[in-house]
């Protein structure tokens, strides 16, 4: 038992990082989630802010729009008033033709006037129904955004706890596989791998007959080919 204690405990360790590193994957899947949401909701608030700012433009627009019509109206007045007073028919023609340009540009005005009171009452639709819709999923994705912020609080809480579970189990382990387990673990996700039908199971090397005789003394060797740590889980009694 003495033997076999400090593997066992190294084991542990490796199982225990193994779910510690998991925990920690779904973390950051967690928080890529709770990022997906708020880009979700500065979308919404982009999309809420073009739509006013059209009905904005819209009615900017119209009112340009009405202020030349009115213009028009008072250039068309003012020439009328002229025509009273003018003393010889060329420049009652010469007036007369202004009158004319004016109308004309008065009736075209009309129709552009038409159309952007048209298009000022279809962008204030569209901004009402964008309005209620933001109202609608900003609401649902406050509630998602507060349960994901719950669960990232609660997985922080468990890997806080497991930490201190972490140091129980290195303190029962030899340093000096710990020192080699850390440097491997830098490299490579599974650094300690079990020995199955005489070979790796990570890279399915062919683990040499002596390796598999020392393996048997429960000895813990690297693979030749990865350098992973070996182990046969039927000599430490893993699994019992």
Same mark, same amino acid.
């Given at each position: 038992?003495?033997? @076999?204690?400090?593997?066992?405990?190294?084991? $542990?360790?490796?199982e225990f990082d193994r779910n510690f590193f998991? &925990? @920690?994957? *779904? %973390?950051? $899947?967690? =928080?890529?989630?709770? =990022?997906?949401?708020?880009?979700? &909701?500065? *979308?919404?608030?982009?999309? %809420?802010?073009? /739509?006013? $700012?059209? #009905?904005?433009? /819209?009615? =900017?627009?119209?009112?340009?729009?009405?202020r030349e019509m009115l213009d028009l109206e008072e250039q068309l007045k003012h020439k009328k008033e002229r025509v009273d007073l003018v003393s010889n028919q060329k420049e009652y023609r010469s007036i007369k033709n202004e009158v004319e340009t004016i109308k004309r540009t008065q009736h075209d005005f009309e129709s552009i006037l038409v159309r952007a009171w048209e298009n000022l009452d279809f962008v204030e639709k569209d901004f009402e129904k964008k309005k209620i819709d933001f109202e609608i999923k900003m609401q649902e994705l406050d509630k998602q955004e507060e349960v994901i912020k719950q669960e990232? !609080?609660?997985?922080?809480?468990? %890997?806080?706890?497991? !930490?201190? @579970? #972490?140091? !129980?189990?290195?303190?029962a382990v030899p340093q000096e596989w710990i020192e080699k387990y850390v440097l491997m673990q830098s490299k490579v996700q599974n650094p300690v791998v079990p020995v199955e039908n005489g070979c790796c199971t990570a890279c399915?090397?062919?683990?040499?007959?002596?390796?598999?005789? /020392?393996?048997?003394? #429960? =000895?813990?060797?690297?693979? &030749?080919?990865?350098? #992973?740590f070996l182990y046969l889980p039927e000599v430490m009694g893993v699994g019992d």
């Open positions: 038992m003495t033997q @076999q204690f400090p593997f066992h405990s190294f084991i $542990k360790l490796v998991h &925990k @920690q994957s *779904l %973390l950051e $899947k967690t =928080k890529m989630k709770l =990022k997906e949401i708020i880009r979700g &909701k500065d *979308l919404l608030k982009l999309e %809420l802010e073009g /739509a006013e $700012k059209a #009905r904005h433009d /819209a009615r =900017k627009f119209v009112d340009v729009k009405e990232i !609080e609660m997985v922080h809480e468990e %890997l806080a706890g497991m !930490e201190k @579970q #972490r140091n !129980e189990l290195v303190d399915f090397y062919q683990v040499l007959n002596q390796d598999m005789i /020392a393996l048997r003394h #429960r =000895k813990l060797l690297q693979c &030749k080919d990865c350098y #992973r």
